[in-house]
């Protein structure tokens, strides 16, 4: 999990800088983002994804991509999509 929002006593402010964006923030046991340094270290030699997603109206969705990093300076490569969002 590297993302997670939620409904939860304290709710996480997501409207950071790049610095915290690079680095993470937020409580891993409630709302958090885990910090693009530490998902590009993760997946340096290339990951699986999935994305649930829940619209407001409760439907919900996935995508799944096959194969995922992110470059040194965190631009996100993605491909092989499967799922239903």
Not at 15 to 23: A, G
Not at 52 to 70: C, H, P, S, T, V
Request: some cysteine.
């Amino acid at each position: 999990v590297i993302q997670r929002r939620g409904e939860f006593p304290v709710q996480q402010d997501f409207y950071k800088n790049w610095e915290s964006y690079k680095n993470g923030f937020g409580n891993i046991t409630q709302e958090f983002w885990l910090g693009n340094e530490n998902i590009r270290v993760l997946c340096e030699k290339g990951c699986k994804i999935r994305f649930d997603m829940r619209a407001e109206n409760g439907e919900k969705g996935f995508a799944i991509y096959q194969n995922f990093y992110l470059s040194s300076s965190y631009a996100i490569h993605i491909n092989d999509y499967s799922g239903d969002a």
